[in-house]
């Protein structure tokens, strides 16, 4: 098996593959794109919908102002020029799911164009381009099991027909699995904080398919790609095109041709399947959708649109570095919800040191959310409360081997770090000087070299006598209190 995965490795490094994406995202909206009828997720099949939705003769679609607004919020986020005037288009193909025949979409003149994303990589930040962002409906669902007779049936739920979605496309400029997953991240990351989508993979509200080729290293031509199809994680598409890379590489190399066809991800064998040979754009007939005017989004309103764009979390991490002096590391953490990041600023700027909160967070708190598998916005210990932590171990009340006893207690009660503070009674760590010297004096007694080597001008010794007294006191000792002390005996 050795020399097989040597094999593979070598004759990879000779490829270098070429990734591009398409997300679906689903806009929250209260209703669907071209009618009335709720996107409620979750109701019972077939209850929201009307002649429109059904595709039913002679039924108008009319377009749904707020879906505009949220695509086009979007694509500025993505750094999109918005095209003044965009044509819906009608999309042609069967399908069971799909009762009009054809689906509308936009095409040759989709809403916006020429964005970009930037992601971080081992080599530094990279600008990934965003081709287009489209408006378009989404079809329905056609269900296999979970209902009575799945055995041999397959059912129809049309709640999700003309449900508004947008369509973002990106360039080809994707050379990693590593790259595709950091850039589902940000783009996940950018449209959660425009409030457009929750973004929920579970219930379908976010869908990546991703293309994927390989040619040989320096070849400017494209190889011919395949799709892989309905993923339903950011971690398996990674993995899915680790695994058709590595199939299209042995492919190539053993005298094959790769296939030009969609293929499905099984995230149990970790595997990719053929499933169909790929449409190409004119097995689409696409044509420009008679029963709708071109949507116009004049500069009046776009300037309104802009207004509610909010600081995207890759300025805000840049801001967010320089005004509270954090890592970088930091900033990914705490920019992680909008929410989160807001939460995070406000304490840190009631906080006597903002960068001390960031620590407390990366230090303190990260590993015991792991450790109970908790996201972040389901900490027991707020923002607000971590702030007050840091105020109390930045002014030496507490030291931080009893922050960490009263963390741990905020863990097990689920309460806050005032209550459980309140709770224990407000602990503060002595300030007792006699106790201290009696502690110092024992230490100097027991340690004659260190002394001599204090006062021959060795002062960072002073540090080992500090620790010394500390652990005598059984970590109850104010450091910064020791700290004077030792300096104020030794001189
Ligand atoms: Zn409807």
């Known amino acids: 098996m050795a020399t097989s995965i040597e094999s593979t490795v070598s004759a990879r490094s000779k490829y270098e593959p070429v990734i591009g994406l398409e997300v679906h995202v689903q806009l929250l909206t209260v209703s669907k794109i071209f009618c009335s009828c709720s996107t409620r997720f979750g109701d019972p099949p077939n209850t929201n919908v009307c ?19 949220f695509a086009t919020l979007a694509a500025m986020a993505l750094n999109c020029e918005i ?11 069967f399908y069971p799911d799909l ?24 080599s530094g930040p990279k600008k990934i381009g965003v081709t287009r962002v489209h408006l378009e409906e989404d079809a329905g669902k056609s269900l296999h099991e979970g209902f009575v007779g799945a055995t ?8 999700r027909s003309g449900v508004p979605l947008i369509e973002i496309v990106s360039e080809p400029d994707i050379a990693t699995p590593e790259e595709a997953y950091e850039y589902l991240t940000r783009l996940k990351e950018i449209i959660l904080y425009t409030g457009v989508s929750d973004c929920n993979m ?44 590595d199939r299209q590489v042995e492919l190539i190399e053993s005298g094959g041709k790769v296939v030009q066809e969609t293929r499905l991800y099984n995230s149990v064998e970790g595997k990719t399947y053929g499933m169909r040979s790929k449409e190409q754009a004119h097995d689409y007939r696409y044509f420009p959708e008679p029963d709708l005017l071109p949507l116009v989004v004049d500069e009046k309103w776009r300037t309104q649109i802009r207004t509610g764009l909010p600081e995207l979390p890759e300025a805000r991490r840049k801001r967010m570095i320089a005004n509270y002096g954090i890592t970088a590391g930091d900033a990914y953490t705490l920019t992680l919800t909008k929410t989160l990041a807001d939460q995070f600023e406000s304490a840190a700027k009631s906080a006597k040191n903002p960068k001390r909160v960031a620590n407390l967070v990366q230090s303190e708190l990260l590993g015991r959310l792991k450790a109970k598998g908790l996201e972040i916005e389901q900490s027991p210990i707020s923002m607000k409360g971590i702030a007050e932590a840091a105020d109390l171990l930045e002014t030496g009340v507490i030291s931080s081997k009893m922050l960490k006893d009263l963390f741990d ?16 009674g407000r602990p503060a760590q002595s300030r007792d000087t006699s106790s201290i010297e009696k502690f110092l004096d024992e230490v100097i ?10 006062r021959a001008g060795k002062k960072t010794v002073a540090q080992f006598f500090v620790g010394q007294v500390m652990k ?5 000792a104010n450091p910064q209190l020791v700290n004077e002390l030792v300096t104020k005996k030794l001189d």
């Open 472 to 476: 005598l006191s059984r970590g109850q």
């Open 409 to 424: 207690l905020c863990f097990e009660r689920g309460k806050d770090f005032p209550d459980v503070y309140e709770q224990e």
């Open 83 to 93: 095209r003044e005037a965009s044509i819906f288009a009608r999309k042609n193909y």
């Open 152 to 159: 041999d049936t397959t059912a129809i739920d049309l709640n």
């Open 99 to 122: 009762p009009k025949g054809y689906q509308i979409s936009q095409y040759d003149k989709p809403l916006a164009e020429h964005g970009s994303i930037e992601i971080a990589t081992p």
């Open 51 to 69: 002649p429109v939705c059904l595709g039913l003769p002679g039924a108008l679609p009319v377009l749904n102002r707020k879906a505009v607004e």
């Open 202 to 245: 579970e219930e379908g509200s976010l869908r990546a398919d991703a293309n994927v080729s390989v040619r040989p290293r320096g070849e400017k031509k494209f190889g011919t790609k395949t799709e892989v199809k309905n993923v339903n994680s950011f971690r398996f598409i990674r993995e899915a095109l680790e695994y058709e890379i």
């Open 445 to 454: 007694a027991a340690n004659p070299k260190q002394v001599e080597q204090y």
